[in-house]
């Protein structure tokens, strides 16, 4: 009786995890080719936003120099969003501002929050104002904030914006790739 060198099961095993193998290098690859793909459209698409950015930032210093060489003074649009951070505790507030508070998100101490505004969010705002600091960040603040601290929801999960993986996956349906 001849004893074969490998057992069957073991050869078939073997041949199972080189078709595997080859199959998972196909897909490696393709997948390589589509994310640097993908990667240089983020990276085209960023360029054109920088670049309307750097205009508009062009544009108001023009209008602003046009305005004091013909000895008038230029008032920048206002503001269309604002950051809010709760600044005292529970203890020893009124309904009013508890409740504006309550609704902004701004739970507890130094917690923050993006809120556009609006003639209802500034009223909401002056009420509360005691308790609460509100400013208007740029954009260099706002992408430092969301990419530091930004959180989304994924499949109803609290899910860290740690890279644009993330916003792909669940907004890529409308046409949101990338974060800038």
């Known amino acids: 009786m001849v004893v074969p060198a490998k057992p069957a099961s073991l050869l078939k095993k073997e041949a199972r995890a080189a078709e595997l193998a080859t199959k998972n290098a196909v897909s490696t690859k393709k997948l390589a080719a589509l994310r640097a793909a993908r990667r240089k459209e983020i990276v085209k698409k960023t360029a054109k936003y920088y670049k309307q950015y750097e205009a508009a930032d062009r544009e108001e210093i023009r209008l602003n ?37 309550k609704l902004m998100r701004l739970k507890q101490i130094n917690n ?29 603040t706002v992408r430092e904030l969301i990419y530091k601290r930004g959180f989304g929801k994924v499949n109803g999960q609290r899910v860290a914006i ?5 916003i792909e996956q669940s907004l890529g349906k409308y046409g949101f790739v990338f974060f800038e």
């Open 65 to 101: 120099r046009e305005a004091k060489a013909n000895g008038n003074y230029y008032v920048p649009a206002e503001a269309r969003l604002a950051f809010v951070i709760r600044l005292r505790g529970v203890n020893n507030i009124p309904p009013k501002p508890r409740k504006i508070m």
């Open 112 to 140: 923050g929050c993006f809120i556009k505004l609006n003639k209802a969010s500034k009223e909401m705002l002056r009420i509360a104002e005691p308790y609460i600091t509100f400013g208007y960040p740029n954009l260099k």
């Open 162 to 166: 740690n890279d644009n993986s993330v």
